[in-house]
């Protein structure tokens, strides 16, 4: 098949490759950075199996499913995982204490500008130690990916942060009041149930689109989306922290209060990079909000995903610990000045429609 005359070259093309060349450069500088401050905080790096028996269940996640055949022929079905995250936590339950682990993970229905269907997944796990740890991770990472790549500033769609500077902590529920003028835990009772009509009437309030068949997580979304995130990440990067226990499915409940979770997302201009976790031991309670996901996740899309009994086991003896997701692509992207994730990915997937 060839071309039409309209269609870009290929990123094989050479003066395409040349004109991507020195983001792709910036990226394994920076991988190469990320490994010495790994292996100097004594983490050991692994490396996970990318066909999992579950990809994860997250409600709003999408995998690629495939199936594997036994010497007879008979078939099994496997997923290529969203996320290293079962492998990993099944590590610290054998007994390793700080990991990090750089995969290749596979998420459908992204594509764009941010997002692709293959991409790498920075995580990062500490046994024994608080969620708080690894925002002090967090802001070392970040200005290490400049020093790798010798920038001083991070720049995206106009947006500039200074990687050196201390991240601004930030609770959900304050950003909600700061740029909605919407109470958040005030429909949240103290068990973490929602209440999907205080929070519709706070958005009516405000001038945010309510419809009629919106859940209470489909009203969080928007408002997270649409008057959250713009305003994150600005001069420097941002961590938001404290989700409702409802939008963090693997995450523990905050001591403080049991209406949040000890979850925290840090975004640089605008954009979220990582996804943290004081983790959810409790097999039990993680089987139950699993169900809860798949439930969602059939009742949107019409199909779920198999839950990993191997996991769950092993969570049962899993340490109290914390762990990370990173979007390491998104960061090489900043730290580069790339504008889109395919400028920083060696080999991109093959373009199969918009």
Known sequence: MTSSPSAPSPWWTPSVHADRRPFLIGRNAIQAGLRSFFAVNDFIEVDTATLQVSPGNEAHLHAFATEALTIDGRGAPFYLHTSPEFACKKLLAAGEQRIACFAHVYRNRERGPLHHPEFTMLEWYRAGETYETLMVDCAQILAQAAESTGTRSF??????????????????????????????????????????????????????????????????????????????????????????????????????????????????????????????????????????????????????????????????????????????????????????IDQVLWAPVADYGP
């Open 155 to 340: 720049t995206f769609r106009g947006i500039e942060v200074d990687p050196f500077l201390e991240p601004e902590r930030l609770s959900v529920a304050d950003a909600f009041m700061r740029f909605a003028r919407v109470d958040l835990l005030g429909s949240i009772d103290p068990g973490g149930e929602t209440d999907l009509e205080h929070l519709a009437a706070q958005l009516r309030r405000a001038g945010i689109r309510v419809a009629e068949d919106d859940t209470w997580a489909d009203l969080f979304s928007r408002v997270i989306v649409e008057k959250v995130e713009p305003n994150l990440g600005r001069g420097r990067a941002t961590i938001l922290d404290l989700y409702p226990v409802s939008e963090a499915a693997l995450a523990r409940p905050s001591a403080a209060d049991p209406r949040v979770a000890e979850r925290f997302e840090l975004y640089a201009c605008g954009v979220e990079l990582a996804n943290a976790f004081g983790e959810l031991t409790d097999a039990e309670e993680q089987r139950r909000r699993f169900e809860m996901e798949m439930a969602e996740k059939h009742r949107v899309y019409g199909e779920s995903y198999p839950l990993d009994e191997d996991f769950l086991a092993a969570l049962a003896i899993m340490p109290e610990a914390s762990g990370i997701a990173l979007g390491f692509d998104r960061l090489a992207m900043l730290a580069t000045g790339a504008t889109r």
